[in-house]
């Protein structure tokens, strides 16, 4: 397989994965558990969040901003903060369920 191809494989699922966490965590966790070669795409969102505050920092430093813009920047990155840490625990919850009912019933 040339490697062209391997990347657009890899970039195709990847996306396919994460736009089913994004909208429909349930059932892409669960299909995270049954192809573990899919756990890395879980820790994504954390990946979005390193990428914000970078994202953040090169702003803070190019752009100088006084007043209501300042807080209008201030309210978003926040938001999107927090939705990012909350979709990162509900994943992350998702998984650890799924992980624990997978375990139980092969013990049981």
Do not use: C
């Amino acid at each position: 397989m040339k490697k062209s191809t391997l990347l657009v494989f890899i970039s195709y699922t990847w996306l396919k994965t994460l736009s089913g966490l994004t909208f429909h965590p349930y059932l892409s966790t669960r299909n995270i558990v049954r192809r573990p070669v899919l756990f890395p795409i879980v820790f994504s969102p954390l990946l979005g969040l390193s990428v914000l505050f970078v994202a953040g920092r090169i702003a803070a430093t190019l752009i100088t901003t006084y007043g209501i813009s300042r807080q209008i920047i201030a309210i978003l990155l926040g938001t999107v903060l927090l939705s990012i840490l909350f979709w990162q625990l509900l994943i992350l919850y998702l998984l650890g369920s799924f992980l624990f009912a997978l375990w139980v019933s092969k013990n049981s």
